[in-house]
Protein backbone atom coordinates (compact mmCIF):
# COMPACT_ATOMS: atom_id res chain seq x y z
CA UNK A 1 0.00 0.00 0.00
CA UNK A 2 0.85 3.74 -1.03
CA UNK A 3 0.40 7.08 -0.40
CA UNK A 4 0.72 9.39 -3.29
CA UNK A 5 0.81 13.17 -2.66
CA UNK A 6 1.11 15.71 -4.78
CA UNK A 7 -0.04 19.41 -5.64
CA UNK A 8 2.29 22.09 -4.01
CA UNK A 9 4.28 24.73 -4.85
CA UNK A 10 4.43 28.56 -4.73
CA UNK A 11 1.55 30.83 -4.49
CA UNK A 12 1.48 33.78 -3.88
CA UNK A 13 -0.57 35.09 -0.27
CA UNK A 14 -4.45 35.08 -1.10
CA UNK A 15 -3.89 31.92 -3.68
CA UNK A 16 -5.14 29.01 -3.62
CA UNK A 17 -3.53 25.66 -3.77
CA UNK A 18 -5.78 22.04 -4.34
CA UNK A 19 -3.51 18.89 -2.66
CA UNK A 20 -4.34 16.02 -3.39
CA UNK A 21 -3.24 12.30 -2.14
CA UNK A 22 -4.01 8.80 -3.91
CA UNK A 23 -3.81 5.59 -1.93
CA UNK A 24 -3.10 2.45 -4.12
CA UNK A 25 -2.06 -1.26 -3.74
CA UNK A 26 -3.95 -4.08 -2.35
CA UNK A 27 -6.61 -1.82 -0.12
CA UNK A 28 -9.62 -3.20 1.64
CA UNK A 29 -10.95 -0.58 2.88
CA UNK A 30 -9.73 3.61 3.67
CA UNK A 31 -11.26 4.65 7.42
CA UNK A 32 -10.18 8.08 8.21
CA UNK A 33 -7.82 10.57 6.22
CA UNK A 34 -5.73 12.94 7.46
CA UNK A 35 -3.74 16.21 6.14
CA UNK A 36 -0.72 17.57 8.47
CA UNK A 37 1.46 19.63 7.91
CA UNK A 38 5.10 20.62 9.02
CA UNK A 39 6.90 23.92 9.21
CA UNK A 40 10.89 23.77 9.55
CA UNK A 41 11.49 22.30 13.63
CA UNK A 42 10.16 19.06 14.93
CA UNK A 43 6.34 19.31 14.87
CA UNK A 44 3.90 18.19 12.46
CA UNK A 45 0.56 19.55 13.01
CA UNK A 46 -2.97 18.14 12.32
CA UNK A 47 -4.63 20.18 9.81
CA UNK A 48 -7.66 18.72 8.91
CA UNK A 49 -9.63 15.05 9.04
CA UNK A 50 -11.71 13.15 7.48
CA UNK A 51 -13.70 10.18 8.47
CA UNK A 52 -15.22 7.25 6.12
CA UNK A 53 -18.39 8.93 6.22
CA UNK A 54 -17.50 12.26 5.51
CA UNK A 55 -17.40 13.80 9.20
CA UNK A 56 -14.84 16.84 8.56
CA UNK A 57 -12.77 18.35 11.20
CA UNK A 58 -9.91 21.01 11.33
CA UNK A 59 -7.24 22.86 13.03
CA UNK A 60 -8.41 26.31 13.96
CA UNK A 61 -5.71 28.07 11.71
CA UNK A 62 -7.11 27.20 8.74
CA UNK A 63 -11.28 26.70 9.33
CA UNK A 64 -12.84 28.68 6.88
CA UNK A 65 -9.99 28.65 4.62
CA UNK A 66 -9.77 24.96 4.03
CA UNK A 67 -11.53 22.22 3.14
CA UNK A 68 -10.91 18.43 3.37
CA UNK A 69 -12.81 15.84 1.14
CA UNK A 70 -12.93 12.58 -0.49
CA UNK A 71 -13.49 10.16 -3.42
CA UNK A 72 -13.70 7.18 -1.97
CA UNK A 73 -13.95 5.29 -5.43
CA UNK A 74 -10.59 6.85 -6.44
CA UNK A 75 -9.53 5.98 -2.81
CA UNK A 76 -8.28 9.81 -2.65
CA UNK A 77 -8.27 12.67 -0.65
CA UNK A 78 -7.85 16.33 -1.38
CA UNK A 79 -7.33 19.46 0.56
CA UNK A 80 -8.30 22.54 -0.99
CA UNK A 81 -6.34 25.47 0.07
CA UNK A 82 -7.69 29.32 -0.32
CA UNK A 83 -7.24 32.49 0.84
CA UNK A 84 -3.20 31.40 1.89
CA UNK A 85 -1.26 33.08 4.27
CA UNK A 86 2.88 32.93 4.47
CA UNK A 87 2.11 31.09 7.91
CA UNK A 88 0.64 28.18 5.75
CA UNK A 89 4.09 27.12 3.84
CA UNK A 90 5.01 23.66 5.16
CA UNK A 91 5.30 20.56 3.87
CA UNK A 92 2.28 18.77 3.83
CA UNK A 93 1.99 14.94 4.57
CA UNK A 94 -1.56 13.20 3.81
CA UNK A 95 -2.05 10.11 6.76
CA UNK A 96 -4.88 7.49 6.25
CA UNK A 97 -6.00 4.50 8.29
CA UNK A 98 -6.22 1.68 5.45
CA UNK A 99 -7.22 -1.96 6.02
CA UNK A 100 -5.37 -4.20 3.59
CA UNK A 101 -4.65 -8.31 2.87
CA UNK A 102 -0.93 -8.76 3.71
CA UNK A 103 1.50 -11.21 1.83
CA UNK A 104 -0.46 -14.36 3.62
CA UNK A 105 -3.80 -12.41 2.82
CA UNK A 106 -4.61 -11.80 6.88
CA UNK A 107 -6.64 -8.22 6.91
CA UNK A 108 -4.02 -6.20 8.58
CA UNK A 109 -4.72 -2.32 9.44
CA UNK A 110 -2.19 0.10 9.82
CA UNK A 111 -1.78 3.83 9.30
CA UNK A 112 0.51 4.99 6.15
CA UNK A 113 1.97 7.90 5.09
CA UNK A 114 2.16 9.77 2.00
CA UNK A 115 5.94 11.41 1.29
CA UNK A 116 4.85 15.44 1.63
CA UNK A 117 4.28 17.87 -0.57
CA UNK A 118 6.02 21.12 -0.02
CA UNK A 119 3.59 24.32 -0.16
CA UNK A 120 5.48 27.77 -0.07
CA UNK A 121 3.14 30.90 0.39
CA UNK A 122 5.02 34.26 -0.64
CA UNK A 123 3.99 37.21 0.99
Known amino acids: VQLQASGGGLVQAGGSLRLSCAAS????????MYWYRQAPGPQRELVAHITSGGVTNYADSVKGRFTISRDNAKNTVYLQMNSLKPEDTAVYYCNALIGYYDEDYYRRTKYYWGQGTLVTVSS
Open 25 to 32: GRILIIND
